[in-house]
């Protein structure tokens, strides 16, 4: 059992049964109704991870759902997450991973008592069948019931709107006011006039906007590649004579540049860098202005340690350090835009190392005590594309290139020609290296994506 699944556990004996159909509740707009009908919450979360909803690398959205439930100390238990700051964090839209409509469903039963269901239940009688009223527990219940019906959606809540008068709480109407409004001004923003001056409603661009990220500009935008080759300067330092030069990363030069090159991709290429040389590198892309493009990406191909990249003097680089100064706050010309960083470099330490398969791990002993998970900000948009695992090697043929870079080209390519997203394409890199031995070292390799990005994104081809 992974110490992810043995989590959902834990906090499954911490919660309250009452809170079993609540979550179900939550959580239907991302699972099928029947297929969570019955089950405990545990087994709910579990489906939601298998769905890919989260992990141990994403666990935005048990949270939100331990806040909602008012769990506030579960919240700090497990995630040393507080109140406020979930307030905060949901405070932007895009955050959120339950939809405002179905949130706003949930406020509206709990703040019906069980007391004045069978008076609300009696109203709905001529539109739903007798025997179906009857069974229903929970005003959450009628909602599914008006839902399946399709006489209650996110744009119709005139069904709603009748149980207002039932009981004496002024809170249920305020709720569906507010949004109404919001909602309004949503679809308000999709309004544009035609050429005859005439309002028109831009619903399916608008759609597909919600869904991908824009991705048809005649740049799509700046990739700068750090590949770092000759550590001699490292092998100079007392204690790292273990920096071998990284013999086959050329290919993996070579590979990048063509595949997203032909994805509409400004390429740049820096060798060699020290530590200062790769900060000073990733400071003058965060300074540049990115407004005319759709997307940024930063490859790093160097030896690595846990949580860490190396320059070829032997120095340190924290991953956390180079996808963070993206952030909105560093970067603001790439808000609202992808951010995509792919890292070729081991995380853990070496093994032998015989010729000609190598790996991107070195035999210095970093002061290096890393164990925070958070290698990518919190906030929207980025994904941080590693070769492995931390803890654990990445291996790199001398001859044809790293496993993880030579994949990821392949399936970039493949995906641009079936336009699939990116988290497809990586799932696929997963699948292909979880497939490959290194028989000389009796292992694999299992590449690890981390990703707060909140819409699809497809690489289609540069040329269409």
């Known amino acids: 059992m992974t110490n992810f699944i043995h989590q959902l556990f834990n906090i499954r004996n911490e919660l309250e049964s009452s809170n079993i159909s609540e979550l179900t509740f939550l959580c239907k707009d991302l699972t099928t109704q029947q297929s969570c009908k019955g089950k405990q919450d545990t087994d709910l979360f579990i489906i939601l991870q298998e769905r890919g909803y989260m992990d141990e690398n994403n666990t935005w959205l048990i949270e939100e ?4 439930l008012g769990r506030n100390d579960l919240l700090l238990k497990y995630f040393n997450l507080t109140k406020n700051a979930m307030v905060e964090r949901l405070k932007n839209p895009v955050m959120a991973r339950i939809s405002p409509y179905r949130h706003l469903l949930y406020e509206l039963g709990n703040l019906v008592p069980k007391s004045e269901l069978e008076k609300i239940k009696l109203n709905f009688t001529d539109i739903l069948p007798k025997a179906t009223v009857e069974k229903l527990t929970s005003l959450w219940d009628l909602f599914i019931e008006l839902e399946k019906k399709h006489l209650i959606k996110n744009d119709n809540l005139n069904n709603l709107e009748k149980i207002a008068p039932f009981f004496d709480n002024e809170e249920f109407q305020r709720l569906i006011l507010e949004y109404k409004r919001k909602s309004a ?5 999709m309004n544009i006039e035609d050429s005859h001056g005439n309002l028109t409603c831009r619903t399916e661009e608008a759609e597909i906007s919600s869904l991908f990220y824009k991705m048809n500009s005649k740049t799509r935008g700046i990739c700068v590649m750090i590949s770092n080759f000759n550590f001699s300067k490292a092998r100079s330092n007392p204690g790292q004579q273990g920096f071998k030069d990284r013999t086959g990363t050329k290919k993996d030069e070579e590979s990048l540049c063509g595949v997203l090159s032909k994805l509409g991709f400004q390429v740049h290429i820096k060798n060699d860098l020290e530590r200062n040389e790769m900060l000073q590198t990733i400071n003058s892309y965060r300074e540049r202005n990115h407004e005319e493009n759709d997307c940024f990406i930063c490859c790093v191909l160097s030896h690595g340690d846990n949580g860490i990249i190396y320059g070829t003097d032997g120095q340190s680089v924290p991953i956390s350090d180079i996808t963070f100064s993206f952030s909105s706050s560093q970067c603001s010309t790439l808000i609202g835009k992808p951010k995509l960083f792919f890292i070729q470099a081991c995380q ?9 398969l190598q790996t991107d791990a070195c035999s210095a002993s970093a ?4 164990s925070n998970s958070n ?3 919190d906030e929207p948009d980025f994904l941080l594309g590693m070769a492995t695992t931390l803890h654990y090697v990445s291996y790199r043929d001398t001859n044809h290139g790293s496993w993880y870079i030579q994949s990821l080209c392949k399936q970039l390519h493949e995906s641009y020609q079936s336009q699939e997203d990116i988290i497809s394409t990586l799932t696929k890199v997963n699948h292909e290296l979880s497939q490959k031995q290194a028989y000389m070292f009796n292992g694999t390799q299992m590449p690890q994506p981390w990703t707060t990005l909140t819409k699809k994104l497809v690489f289609l081809n540069h040329n269409n």
Do not use: R
């Open 185 to 189: 001004a949503v679809s308000g923003s």
């Open 65 to 68: 759902l331990l806040f909602y």
């Open 348 to 356: 853990g330490k070496e093994h032998q190392q015989p010729v000609p």
């Open 367 to 370: 002061s290096n005590n890393f």
């Open 375 to 377: 290698l990518i900000p």
